[in-house]
Structure formats: structure tokens, C-alpha cells
């Protein structure tokens, strides 16, 4: 008798990617004071995960390979670190659940929850 193989459950991430200005540098100038220079805007990456343990998250330092994304989405007007906190405070009942709140409901509920464009990658 062969048994069968359980086909694993996909794990589904949420990148939450903001842009922000970088620190402002100050260089001496040969004239007179200080002289600023402008700032550039860097991109900052917050992996948020929901798994059996709850929700976990890290900041990365580059994107995640093209390979591991389903959709984006550009959200207008910018989600704010704050709201995106608030978001997740109001999820803070709620635990995994392998069939009714899984890795997938967590990131669909967060993307939906939010005005924006989506774009599909697969």
C-alpha cells in the first residue's frame, strides 16, 4: 500500500517596502560653515510572517528574490508605519488556524485593507 503525501501548505509573506529620507549629512564647506547635502531617499523592507507562533517580522536589507512574489501593491495614499501598526494591533485576537486564519488570510486581509493598485506577479 502506497501512502499518500501530503502536499505542504504554502507560506505566504508580507513585504511591506516604505521609502524614506536618508539622514541628513553634514560636510564642511572651503567658504563659509556647513554646507548640507541633499537627501536621498532609501527604501526600507519589513518582512512581516504569520505562522503558528503568531506574527513575526525582520527588516531586510534588499528586496525578496522575484521568485517568492504573488502580488504588489501601491498603496495611495502611502501606508504609513503607524497605520500599518494600527492594522496589526487590531489583529492581535486573532491566532493561526492551519484552515481559517492562515499566513495567506493575514497577508490578504493587510493588502485589502489598504487603497491602492494591485499588480499580479504570477
Known sequence: ???????PLHHYILLYQR????QTVGE????EGVRITPRARIRRQLRLDWGRDGLSFMELDRRLPEEMLVRSKVMEPALKAADLLGHLE?????????EAWNSSSFCFH???GAPGKEYQYR
Do not use: G
Not at 19 to 22: P, R, T, Y
Not at 28 to 31: I, N
Open 28 to 31: 564642511p564647506a572651503k567658504d
Open 110 to 112: 493587510l493588502i485589502n
Open 90 to 98: 487590531a489583529l492581535r485576537a486573532k491566532t493561526f488556524d492551519a
Open 1 to 7: 500500500q502506497q501512502q499518500q503525501q501530503q502536499q
Open 19 to 22: 521609502s524614506e529620507l536618508a
